[in-house]
């Protein structure tokens, strides 16, 4: 499914976020940025050692990255560009500021990639698999972040932005809750 808000075409589609080949890829991250399981493990397995490397370079400069932040990486073997990787937040019930640190995961990854000149952007669906992020709440608030960013805009230039569901449940989700936010604008 595809939809064009302004001059950005927003679309949702079921695939493997490490065949992806848009400038940037976001990787749902943990904060030691050093890999994991689920798509972080799938992304640096796929992109090799220089993601890593450039992580560790992160984590010596930095600390490692905190919950609603990102940071920027090389791709490494990857089709896309760079790998943006924010981490996501862990679900409490709802009550500990998921949602806007959520939502900020989206807008500063945006952010990041239009800053190294990026013209299209793939994301998973952030916080929904280990880290419990209830699906149909994430994916509002994910839509509702790209829809922001998109009509805050005239200071990017990001042309595609995709959904990545790994699935076809989250697929058909993401469908529905595009179609819905954006019939109304």
Not at 42 to 48: L, M, V
Request: with cysteine.
């Amino acid at each position: 499914m595809e939809i064009q808000f302004k001059n950005t075409v927003i679309e949702a589609v079921q695939g493997d976020i490490t065949r992806e080949t848009t400038d940037v890829i976001v990787n749902a991250a943990n904060s030691s940025l050093l890999g994991g399981g689920g798509v972080d493990g799938a992304i640096h397995r796929a992109g090799g050692p220089e993601i890593l490397e450039e992580c560790q370079k992160i984590r010596a400069r930095q600390g490692g990255c905190a919950t609603g932040e990102a940071v920027i990486t090389t791709a490494g073997r990857l089709p896309a560009r760079y790998v943006v990787h924010t981490v996501g937040p862990v679900w409490n019930g709802g009550s500990n500021g998921e949602d806007n640190l959520l939502h900020n995961c989206y807008l500063n990854s945006l952010a990041l990639a239009n800053d190294h000149g990026a013209t299209s952007i793939s994301f998973p669906n952030i916080s929904t698999g280990i880290y419990g992020y209830p699906k149909s709440q994430a994916a509002d608030v994910a839509i509702q972040a790209i829809k922001e960013y998109v009509q805050l805009s005239g200071k990017g230039h990001m042309q595609r932005i995709r959904f990545v569901c790994y699935d076809a449940e989250n697929l058909a989700l993401y469908e529905q809750k595009l179609e819905q936010a954006f019939q109304q604008s």
